[in-house]
């Protein structure tokens, strides 16, 4: 069956054989990759280099040699602060890129060692190749983080560049972001070249996930009670225990064969931006309103919308939103952009990027101040709620002071996206820090323990990246440092009693 890498894999799809690992990882995107790569023994060491921060240059030289892993990360953490709410990550950021946000190219703190005997069995699952959504997302586009932000550990992006030079049309060459595609080859290469290629199951649908063995919270009742179900070939010193069903994509057929993996410990490693949040106003499912960029590319290549077209309406302030503005003003179509906030609100995203390394962006938020004009081809209503879609294209729109009425071509609704977690009992709601609301990577993340990325109600059950708010690269790799530090010590501790 194609689209299993190995022939590990291969058999035990093939016979729908029960297979038992220690950490089942969903998600085979950056999340995933980097904690496969600590998990099969790659481990940080603290390399000398003088830290920009006292106290954590202090603390970095009590016992030296040390790993990482092994130390203290709370006390290490101590004190630090950042774009990120998760400790661990505000750590693992400050040695490898000390005194990023200040501009600083300061040389890594760290330094990989590889040691087999610090190994923890894993299988990363995936729907499509490693590399997870970056293979899905336009190829022209730049990313929006730096560079060397998006590198995995032990293989900087830097080397892999060297290594795979082309022809560029100048286009990459002077900016410090890189192009989708780069980022996707790069996160496709990195699996061959750190050597966990093996790990990975691509091709695969998660079905469910359910805990057979340990403590969980009833969702029903709120309470706690302990599962206790017979399994194939587990330790008897795990406490905890989950049955993950996967079914094999086949991609001629569309459906492959159903397995099962037994698995001590599961890690939540996908992303969030599979489920686009709908409006939920009067005429939101109607065919002219969309929440995928593509659509509009498409209509515009088809020739259905423009230039003389009725304005295409844009909801949202945000990078995608951005994004169908300039799609559609390069396309010469006109654009209504209605924004909820204060377009000065110091929470847009586009007002905090720097114009020099983010211009595309820039001009976008320009226009949307007003400080950057095209009449005719572009109004933005800042401090406006779209109250109806009517079956004629018109979009209600209440302002401040006034009710407006717009006629539009079609209506791009670009106000973020949920993560698909069907596989989980009511799509993982009781595991929110709110459990009374849906999981969302900036409102309502999912709970855990900062230190060890555990879930609040649900031992062995671990969350990583976005769905815990970490949506840049840079700061998910914290979660790897925790969660492979925490179930390291459990198993270990676990084995010694």
Request: one cysteine or more; aromatic letters at 8%; charged letters at 25%.
């Amino acid at each position: 069956m194609a689209g299993v890498y190995n022939s590990f894999n291969n058999n035990f799809v093939k016979h729908q054989d029960v297979v038992t690992t220690d950490v089942a990882i969903i998600g085979n995107g950056p999340s995933g990759i980097c904690l496969s790569y600590l998990l099969s023994g790659n481990w940080p060491y603290y390399n000398g280099n003088p830290h920009p921060l006292p106290h954590l240059h202090h603390k970095l030289n009590e016992n030296p040699d040390i790993s990482i892993i092994e130390k203290d990360l709370e006390y290490l953490s101590d004190g630090l602060e950042g774009r990120s709410s998760n400790p661990v990550a505000l750590l693992y950021d400050a040695l490898h890129h000390p005194n990023a946000d200040l501009g600083s190219n300061a040389p890594s703190c760290l330094d990989w060692k590889y040691n087999r005997d610090n190994a923890i069995p894993h299988v990363v699952i995936g729907r499509g190749l490693p590399g997870g959504i970056w293979q899905d997302i336009d190829n022209s586009k730049l990313t929006l983080s730096l560079k060397n932000w998006m590198e995995m550990p032990g293989y900087s992006f830097e080397e892999w560049k060297q290594c795979n030079p082309k022809e560029e049309d100048g286009k990459y060459e002077t900016q410090e972001r890189a192009s989708f595609s780069d980022v996707f080859q790069y996160y496709t290469d990195y699996v061959d070249h750190v050597n966990i290629k093996d790990n990975f199951l691509s091709h695969v649908n998660v079905k469910s996930v359910r805990r057979i063995r340990g403590q969980r919270i009833n969702d029903e009742n709120g309470e706690s009670e302990i599962m206790s179900e017979v399994s194939y070939d587990i330790d008897r010193y795990s406490d905890n225990l989950f049955e993950v069903v996967c079914e094999q994509i086949d991609e001629v057929e569309g459906r492959g064969l159903e397995f099962k993996i037994h698995a001590r410990n599961v890690v939540l490693a996908t992303g969030t931006s599979d489920i686009p949040t709908r409006l939920g106003v009067p005429g939101d499912e109607k065919c002219y309103v969309k929440s995928d960029l593509e659509d509009l590319e498409l209509a515009i290549e088809k020739g259905h919308i423009n230039s003389g077209s009725d304005p295409v309406v844009i909801i949202g302030a945000g990078l995608t939103a951005a994004d169908a503005v300039l799609c559609a003003l390069n396309n010469n179509i006109p654009i209504v952009h209605i924004i909820r906030r204060d377009v000065r609100d110091s929470s847009i995203v586009l007002k905090q990027l720097l114009g020099s390394v983010y211009p595309e962006y820039s001009k976008v938020y320009k226009m949307m101040t007003g400080e950057i004009e095209y009449p005719g081809k572009y109004e933005c209503y800042d401090k406006h709620e779209v109250l109806e879609f009517k079956d004629d294209n018109t979009v209600v729109v209440m302002g401040p002071t006034e009710c407006r009425y717009v006629k539009a071509s079609a209506v791009m609704a670009l106000i973020g996206a949920k993560p698909k977690l069907s596989y989980l009992c009511c799509n993982g709601q009781s595991l929110g820090v709110n459990p009374k609301h849906s999981i969302t990577c900036k409102s309502n993340p999912i709970a855990i323990d900062c230190f060890t990325h555990e879930t609040a109600i649900s031992p062995g059950l671990f969350a990583m990246g976005p769905l815990v708010g970490d949506v840049f690269v840079r700061f998910l790799k914290g979660g790897a440092l925790a969660i492979t530090r925490h179930i390291r010590r459990r198993k270990y501790l676990q084995k010694d009693e």
